[in-house]
Each structure stands twice: as C-alpha cells, then as structure tokens.
C-alpha cells in the first residue's frame, strides 16, 4: 500500500467505544495521520475526543456538513510524511449490530469523489466491529479488516453506487465476523488489548494454585 495514497476506513457503528479503538489500531499497527469523523451532538457532549483527531459533521445544515467535507478532504489531500487516514462511521448513529439492511449515508462517498479531484487514487477500506461473549463472564470486542480497495478515477462510478457497494461490503463483512465468532475460529486473529481478568479466569488461576500448591506439599512429604 502506497503511503502517499490517503485511506478511508469505513465502519459499522454499534458502539459508543468506537471512536477510542481507531486510535488503538493506528497507534498499534497503521502509524498514520488520524482523522475521525463523529457527529456534532456526540462531540460536544465528548470533547475529549477531539484530542484523537476527531471533528465533526452536522448533517441537519447541508451548509455545515458541506463545510465538514471539504474539511475531511483537505486533510486527505495534505503533503505528508505518513499516510492520511479518516475513520467515518457511514450510519450516522449507532445501530445494533445485526440490523439489515445497513443504511449508509452519502458522506464517504462525496469525500472519496472529492478526493478524486485532487488525487490519483484513494484507498477505501471495511472495518467492522462486534462484541461478543466467549466462555467468558466479560465481553471481548472482535475487530476485523478487509484488504483495501484502491479507487481511482477510472473505476470510480459514482457517489451513489460507492455508498451502495460499501453497504454491501459493510454487511456481508459482519456476517462473516459473526460467523468466525460463532465457529471459533480465531486461527488468524492476534490481541490488541488484554483488560482485567473476569471472575472466572480468576477463579482457574486460583484453583491451579490451590491444586498445584497440593500437590507440591503432597510430592514434598513423600
């Protein structure tokens, strides 16, 4: 992947911790510019995310959104070192995770389409998120990326049937996320964060404590 291409990385929104594991992912694996896109009403009531690189978008004022997407497109567009790279979250508002059809708004779209002007190519990537339980008493959040797809002037249609591919994409790439969690098969799939154990992996630990400690005492008297 070329760094001096910008990146979109195009998400299912289903809940509020979104906007902290982007900067987990970049931080761990991506080192690019980070740019999130959340909505105007959540980023007033979180201004700490701001500190991520996030800004906002008001699509009740198409003034203000059109201004939010020039925005986006401008940091795109910068000369830089590292890639640039936006996280937008194409719903809007957070929906649970298996509702269908995934309706997206157009605004991903328009910025790709906008930084087609500018740019060569762009990458458009799917991201999705799902948070599940394994045998555990804690949750554990499941993230997963698709290979990017590299857009360019020649192959771009239009902003319509972007958006349209991406909820297509964006959809059967959860279904296949859920599917993997429900077959355990995790053969491919690497920890980002360890939280704090649950109880019931305490209580495993104890347990080989006690009955191994047993069995120490046991082995030492003979």
Same mark, same amino acid.
């Given at each position: ?10 998400? %299912?929104?289903? =809940? ?12 761990? =694996?991506?080192?690019? %510019?980070?740019?999130?896109?959340? &909505? ?5 009531? =979180? ?12 699509? &009740?004022?198409?003034?203000? $959104?059109?201004? !939010?997407?020039? =925005?986006?497109?401008?940091?795109? !567009? ?5 890639? %640039? ?9 957070? *929906? ?11 605004? $991903? ?16 990537? /799917?991201?999705? /998120? ?9 949750? *554990? ?16 249609? /239009?902003?319509?049937? +972007? !958006? ?6 964006? &959809?059967?790439?959860?279904?296949? +996320? ?11 799939? *690497? ?6 154990? /649950?109880? %019931? ?17 046991? !082995?030492?008297?003979?």
């Amino acid at each position: 992947m070329r760094l001096d291409i910008p990146i979109i990385f195009y998400c %299912n929104h289903a =809940y509020w911790w979104d906007g902290f594991w982007t900067q987990l992912c970049t931080e761990a =694996y991506f080192k690019q %510019n980070l740019y999130i896109i959340i &909505e105007y009403k959540q980023l007033v009531r =979180y201004q700490f995310f701001t500190r991520l690189g996030a800004f906002s978008i008001v699509r &009740e004022n198409p003034r203000e $959104a059109l201004e !939010t997407i020039n =925005y986006a497109v401008e940091k795109l !567009t910068e000369p830089s070192e590292k890639q %640039n790279a936006l996280w937008i979250f194409p719903q809007g508002m957070i *929906e649970h995770v298996d509702k269908r059809p995934i309706v997206f708004f157009n605004g $991903a779209a328009k910025i790709a389409e906008r930084v087609l002007e500018k740019l060569p190519a762009i990458y458009m990537c /799917s991201m999705v /998120s799902r948070i599940d339980y394994i045998e555990e008493q804690k949750p *554990e959040l499941f993230l997963s990326f698709k290979p990017p797809m590299c857009l360019t002037k020649e192959n771009f249609v /239009s902003a319509k049937a +972007l !958006t349209a591919a991406m909820q297509c994409q964006t &959809e059967a790439h959860l279904d296949e +996320l859920k599917r993997l969690i429900v077959e355990r098969d995790f053969k491919h799939a *690497e920890i980002l964060v360890e939280g704090a154990l /649950s109880i %019931n992996r305490r209580w495993d630990l104890f347990r080989a404590y006690i009955f191994g400690w047993k069995k120490w005492v046991k !082995t030492k008297e003979g």
